[in-house]
């Protein structure tokens, strides 16, 4: 069964940075993609970085881009996102989101929530000023 955990969310003034991570139990032979979303209270769900098993491809929203990094521990199904630079408009709890059936450069475009099957139970991020 297919499952995803975050880690490393946190508390942080405007300016700081935090790595949130994604560990993810798909079997390694599976193609699939990955995605990292956020919500705001009483807002929809952003995706902010969509990417490829491996790191490689990788696409981020305007809002988050030059701040937010997608990296991919090697020998590990473990996926993080370095965010730098935070604002307030940050604050959201995060998910990290899996897709299967997709590979490769295909992952790195925005799409909804609604095409990922696989959920992390998501990681609260609070920006202070």
């Known amino acids: 069964q297919v499952q995803l955990m975050e880690s490393g969310g946190g508390s942080v003034q405007a300016g700081g940075s935090l790595r949130l991570s994604c560990a993810a139990s798909?079997?390694?032979?599976?193609?699939?993609?990955m995605a990292w979303f956020r919500q705001a209270p009483g807002k929809e769900h952003e995706g902010v970085a969509f990417f490829d098993r491996f790191g490689t491809f990788a696409y981020y929203a305007d809002s988050v881009k030059g701040r937010f990094t997608i990296s991919k521990a090697n020998a590990k199904n473990t996926f993080y996102l370095r965010m730098n630079s935070l604002k307030l408009e940050d604050t959201a709890m995060y998910y990290c989101?899996?897709?299967?059936?997709?590979?490769?450069?295909?992952?790195?475009?925005?799409?909804?929530?609604?095409?990922?099957?696989?959920w992390g139970q998501g990681a609260k991020v609070t920006v202070s000023s």
């Open positions: 989101a899996g897709e299967s059936g997709t590979s490769g450069a295909n992952c790195a475009s925005p799409r909804s929530h609604t095409a990922y099957n696989y």
């Open positions: 798909i079997p390694f032979y599976r193609q699939y993609c």
